[in-house]
């Protein structure tokens, strides 16, 4: 079972920067590739980016592409985004989730119905 904690969300003006981390408690987490998800009051939970185990691939929806950077470290069992131009849509709960990894679950790593662990949350406000 891996156990996974989110943190860097804040609050921040539009056009500020936030870096969240996702810490893993599984000293196996090279293993697993790991998604970022939000879900804003009101609306389904959306994908934004994803990392495979060794960083080799990532993904971003189109939204974030160019502001978002998802990173990981495997030595601290931690996977980052970094968001910079922060806008108010993107005001929302950030979740990161894993899954151990097979090559072929590169055709729905956008999908959160394919990872099984999932942290807590963390809450995301850009103000205008």
């Known amino acids: 079972q891996v156990q996974l904690i989110e943190s860097g969300g804040e609050l921040v003006q539009a056009g500020g920067s936030l870096r969240l981390s996702c810490r893993a408690s599984?000293?196996?987490?090279?293993?697993?590739?790991v998604g970022w998800f939000r879900q804003a009051p009101g609306k389904e939970r959306e994908f934004v980016a994803a990392?495979?185990?060794?960083?080799?691939?990532?993904s971003y929806t189109d939204s974030v592409k160019g502001r978002f950077t998802i990173s990981r470290d495997n030595a601290k069992n931690t996977v980052y985004l970094q968001m910079d131009s922060l806008k108010p849509e993107d005001t929302a709960v950030y979740y990161c989730?894993?899954?151990?990894?097979?090559?072929?679950?590169?055709?729905?790593?956008?999908?959160?119905?394919?990872?099984?662990?999932w942290g807590q949350g963390t809450q995301v406000t850009v103000s205008s």
């Open positions: 599984d000293g196996t987490f090279n293993n697993y590739g």
């Open positions: 990392i495979s185990t060794t960083a080799g691939r990532t």
């Open positions: 989730a894993a899954k151990a990894w097979r090559e072929r679950y590169y055709y729905s790593w956008t999908s959160d119905s394919l990872y099984d662990y």
